[in-house]
């Protein structure tokens, strides 16, 4: 069975710093890897995609990676902003059906 | 607006009693999915569907049922057969030609 791994569970960084947060996981056929961003008391919201041949997205600040043969992915956030503090999860699909991580929780200090 | 409304966003239930969660979209997605999310945990699969008329059981599926007679919604009924229902119930549906998972804003049950 699919297992997704994020670590760290929550970090804390100044803001205006770059960052990196990560995403394992353990069968390495899947279908798209997805990053997403939770506030407190809501729901998802898509922040990238990608399909099993691409290896990168970007969108604005985020940059997110896929390396499928070593089962990661990466998030990259540039010039961090308090704006930014959510709970950054990421989820792979494999035949039909999403597993997702834990989750990151992120803080930016002003 | 396009997109996915799940009522309502608070609920709460006593002990014994059934409740049932809305979802409809109006995105035209065949795919639908119900998860719940626990503090501190990742989501977990209820149940999902990948057309009218047909839905699977998700990994925690006892003591939910589930209905899919629209394209456009997919209700969720609590049971009283759930041991532990409180918890944060979110709705997503799937995007046919990318695949993108999208999310409603969530349903969350308070079982008195």
């Known amino acids: 069975k699919q297992e997704v791994t994020q670590i760290p569970a929550a970090l804390s960084v100044p803001e205006g710093e770059n960052l990196v947060l990560n995403c394992s996981f353990t069968d390495s056929a899947i279908y798209n890897l997805q990053w997403f961003r939770q506030d407190p008391g809501k729901g998802l919201t898509s922040l990238l995609l990608i399909q099993s041949s691409q290896r990168e997205q970007t969108s604005g600040r985020l940059n997110a990676s896929l390396d499928k043969s070593s089962g990661r992915s990466t998030l990259y956030i540039a010039a961090s902003q308090p704006g930014d503090s959510a709970t950054y999860l990421c989820a792979v699909e494999a035949f039909n059906k999403f597993y997702f991580g834990s989750g990151t929780k992120l803080n930016v200090k002003p | 607006d396009g997109g996915i409304t799940q009522s309502p966003k608070y609920l709460f239930r006593k002990e014994g009693q059934n409740v049932t969660l809305s979802c409809e979209q109006n995105?035209?997605?065949?795919?639908m999915y119900w998860y719940r999310q626990d503090p501190g945990q990742g989501l977990r699969l209820i149940y999902y569907s990948q057309i009218v008329n047909d839905f699977q059981k998700g990994d925690i599926a006892e003591g939910y049922s589930v209905s899919r007679e629209k394209k456009e919604s997919f209700p969720l009924t609590v049971t009283s057969a759930q041991k532990n229902p409180t918890a944060f119930y979110l709705c997503a549906t799937r995007g046919a030609n990318t695949g993108e998972l999208f999310f409603g804003e969530g349903s969350r049950l308070t079982v008195l």
């Open positions: 995105l035209n997605h065949d795919a």
